[in-house]
């Protein structure tokens, strides 16, 4: 059982930044597979950015070259620093870890960009 607990969500202006950490409450560093999934109202599900146990990095289209995942094994910690922030970007942001076939997901996190 793998526990993950978001934070960082908020909001900001356009062209802002925010970061958003996933604790887990076990060891990430075997964990194969962790990462970002979005939500924003009346839309599909969509994977943002993985990162897998040796760095390897997957991005959305959409945010590829604004947001950078990553992950502190020392600290049982995922990230994502998101840049450049833009209207579209409002969502509520989940995180997931994937040991080997099952996902586990955090709560959830909402990120609102308005001026």
């Known amino acids: 059982q793998v526990q993950l607990v978001e934070s960082g969500g908020g909001s900001v202006q356009p062209a802002g930044s925010l970061r958003l950490s996933c604790a887990a409450s076990?060891?990430?560093?075997?964990?194969?597979?962790m990462g970002w999934y979005r939500q924003a109202p009346g839309k599909q599900r969509e994977l943002v950015a993985s990162i897998s146990s040796g760095g390897n990095t997957l991005y959305a289209d959409s945010v590829k070259g604004r947001f950078t995942i990553s992950r502190d094994n020392a600290k049982n910690t995922m990230y994502l620093q998101m840049n450049s922030l833009q209207p579209e970007d409002t969502a509520v942001y989940s995180c997931y870890a994937r040991p080997v076939l099952v996902k586990y997901w955090g709560q959830g996190t909402q990120v609102t960009v308005s001026s």
């Open positions: 076990v060891s990430i560093s075997s964990i194969n597979t």
